[in-house]
């Protein structure tokens, strides 16, 4: 009803009459109202019925398309609130504006002589329908024929009562109209008319102007439209009965008050969700994948299903699998630049979710609670507070906390709570103790962290919470995939080179197929690829890859050592801890730096310069380390060979001392324990020497010792 009135203001009667396709303007202008709520082919397509009947009853109503009560007051008005030369300059600048107004168009003014006569008639729908009386034929006011027949009905009725004379006596307008309205009122009541009280106005202000010249219009009002496809409170079965004079009124009183005062409520509320968003930095925590994000064979057969298996016991499912009993944590550990956080940003963006990253550094081990009042620092304090803020939020959530390695393991047992059944966590939300709870609710948490600290000592995942999470290691091979773990590598290193960045958008067979290509395998014809190569372009690709092939298997050894490393404990090592990383980040670096043109050497000296660069940040470990990386890639030399052993067995002494860190009385210990163990190992060896049977069993050792006799003997 509204789009269909407003249409009507806004194009007028005659410019809607001839569209060409009246539906077709209708659906434009539900399109450009997009704010307003309408749902395409069921609001344009109603509004365009609504529309068609009320240009009907537009066209045969006349001026009875002014409400009863607007055309009431005007009346009232102009009978008894003007005097004749009042009337005739009124009359005059009404006629002469309409004049102006067909002979060159609009004219401002007559929005003016309305406003004027909107005071005294007390409404701006009784000022214009007064100046359209006063403009249009024929002479006089217009009554509907309606209230004609009600009012000479009444007087049948009513006869040479008291009623005129009461009527007579009378001098004050209101009482007046009080007495109009209270005879019409139980004539109505007692014969049984229905009588809007739009109606009942006009007939008492007929009532009360009886010198005022009218003339009579049978018009019809009122049509009823049909096949509507929208559902409203006055729509019955698909039909809405429209009102030509009563739908109109309606629309402009919902114009001028409803339709401001919901534009304003909408800008307060964007402005109110605008200033929230900002302090709570919702933008912060919508998921944004990574430009450079490959989503490759490892992602699709290993690292999703897995991912996946655990989101669905913390979110729940739908369909015949659905679950209610959710609970359960997800736990990513790998050395850095794996990936971990950029995996859970692209699954929080194709699952909806809302991602709320929290620092582990900027938390610190200091922090052990999760009310904001007692964090060490500000930054600190922010990180707890986004923590709260995903409890609060609750469903469509995923939590994520990084570098757990540098947060306390107090703080991350309060999420234990979350893996079983209760789902519980007890916090604090704006200085308040609140108590999260999560039972049904689509929350998630991960957490991702390196198994070293930044100490450099082994990191230790609380036992209750291992116990109960799904912990995956992403720098690890898992069993049957070695050759997806490998080709991952290859993958996620596409977008760094530029000879290879294309690779990343296109078939993921052709990469496969240019790999073996690049090994040298002769099974495979370039005219299998699926996109089109010029030879010059594809030589240049096989010896890129040809490269990263390489530099891949020094980068997949040193990923291997790193893991081995970090899952001994100092007491079993028996060389320094081993530190330089293979990870997806160290494999980019080396390739966005790969050729066409290199050679073997050069391919080694870029591998030998990126992980020296890399050492530098071990400050005293640099030499162990790049020794154990040249032994891991075959190429120690003599001098490096003994210099690794020498390392190695200063180590072991350093350790079985009680090490560097350790007090003079624990290594003073630690020394004698270890003389003891020598002294018995010397003892162990003479027994074993004087043992008969140890004897007959090598007879000839001792008998080979003796010297031998001479000639002489």
């Not at 407003?6 to 194009?11: R, S, Y």
């Not at 940003?345 to 922090?367: C, Q």
């Not at 080179?497 to 990469?511: C, E, Q, S, T």
């Not at 496969?512 to 699926?530: F, I, K, Q, Y």
Request: charged share 25%.
């Amino acid at each position: 009803e509204h789009l269909a009135a407003a249409l009507l203001d806004e194009h007028g009667p005659a410019a809607l009459a001839a569209a060409e396709d009246l539906p077709a303007l209708v659906r434009h202008a539900a399109e450009a109202a997009y704010d307003e709520g309408y749902e395409r082919g069921v609001h344009d397509h109603d509004a365009a019925l609504i529309l068609a009947a009320l240009l009907r009853l537009h066209e045969g109503a006349g001026l009875l398309r002014h409400e009863p009560a607007a055309r009431a007051a005007a009346q009232f008005f102009w009978a008894h609130g003007t005097t004749a030369g009042e009337r005739d300059s009124w009359t005059r600048r009404a006629v002469s504006l309409a004049r102006a107004r067909d002979t060159f168009g609009l004219a401002p003014a007559i929005a003016d002589l309305e406003a004027e006569l909107a005071g005294p008639t007390g409404t701006r729908a009784a000022a214009a329908y007064l100046f359209e009386e006063l403009t249009s034929g024929p002479d006089g006011f217009v009554i509907s024929a309606g209230t004609r027949t009600l009012l000479d009905k009444f007087r049948r009725t009513v006869g040479d009562s008291a009623y005129d004379d009461d009527l007579t006596a009378l001098t004050d307008e209101a009482a007046r109209r009080q007495l109009v309205e209270a005879w019409l009122t139980s004539y109505t009541t007692a014969t049984g008319t229905d009588l809007a009280p739009g109606d009942l106005a006009e007939a008492v202000t007929a009532e009360l102007c009886p010198g005022l010249p009218r003339y009579e219009s049978d018009a019809p009002l009122a049509e009823t439209v049909g096949d509507l496809l929208g559902t409203h409170p006055r729509v019955h079965d698909r039909t809405l009965t429209v009102r030509v004079d009563e739908l109109l009124a309606r629309a402009a009183e919902f114009r001028a008050r409803e339709v401001p005062a919901h534009r304003a409520y909408q800008r307060r509320r964007a402005a109110l969700v605008a200033t929230e968003r900002g302090r709570l930095r919702l933008d912060e925590h919508r998921p944004s994948v990574m430009s450079a994000f490959v989503r490759g064979r490892l992602i699709d057969e290993v690292y999703l299903p897995l991912i996946g298996d655990s989101l669905a016991k913390q979110l729940g499912t739908t369909g015949d699998t659905k679950r209610t009993d959710t609970g359960g944590l997800l736990l990513l550990i790998s050395p850095p630049g794996y990936g971990k956080t950029t995996l859970m940003e692209y699954v929080a963006d194709r699952l909806g979710l809302l991602l709320v990253k929290v620092n582990g550094p900027a938390l610190g081990h200091t922090v052990t609670s999760l009310d904001p009042a007692e964090a060490p620092n500000a930054t600190a304090r922010r990180e707890v507070e986004k923590i709260n803020f995903a409890l609060e939020a609750g469903n469509n959530t995923l939590l994520h906390l990084d570098d757990i390695q540098h947060t306390s393991p107090e703080l991350l047992q309060k999420f234990i709570p979350l893996c079983d059944a209760t789902r519980r966590v007890e916090g604090v939300r704006d200085g308040e103790p609140r108590t999260y709870d999560l039972r049904g609710k689509r929350f998630a948490v991960c957490m991702a962290g390196n198994p070293y600290t930044e100490s450099g000592s082994r990191f230790q995942v609380p036992d209750m919470l291992a116990n109960r999470a799904d912990v995956w290691n992403l720098g690890d091979v898992l069993t049957g995939k070695r050759d997806a773990f490998a080709l991952s590598f290859v993958e996620n290193a596409l977008t760094a080179n530029p000879v290879l960045a294309p690779l990343a958008g296109r078939d993921r067979a052709d990469l496969e197929l240019l790999l073996r290509l690049a090994a040298g395998d002769p099974a495979v014809r370039a005219e299998r690829l699926t996109h089109p190569y010029a030879p010059a372009e594809l030589d240049r690709i096989t010896a890129v890859l040809r490269h990263l092939l390489a530099a891949r298997d020094t980068v997949l050894a040193v990923n291997a050592a790193y893991i081995a490393s970090a899952a001994q404990s100092d007491a079993t090592r028996t060389e320094p801890p081993f530190r330089l990383q293979g990870s997806y980040r160290n494999m980019n670096k080396i390739a966005q730096r790969i050729q066409p043109v290199m050679n073997d050497t050069e391919l080694s000296a870029l591998v030998d310069d990126h992980y020296t660069a890399e050492a530098q940040t071990l400050t005293t470990g640099a030499e162990a380390n790049l020794l154990k990386l040249a032994e891991l890639r075959g190429t120690l030399t003599d001098g490096q060979a003994g210099r690794w052993a020498e390392l190695k067995a200063a180590y072991a002494r350093s350790r079985a001392l009680g090490g560097p860190e350790s007090d003079p009385l624990t290594r003073a210990v630690a020394a004698l324990g270890l003389l003891a163990d020598r002294v018995a190992a010397v003892e162990s060896a003479i027994d074993r020497a004087a043992d008969p049977r140890h004897l007959l069993a090598h007879p000839s050792p001792r008998h080979a010792a003796r010297p031998g006799r001479g000639p002489a003997e």
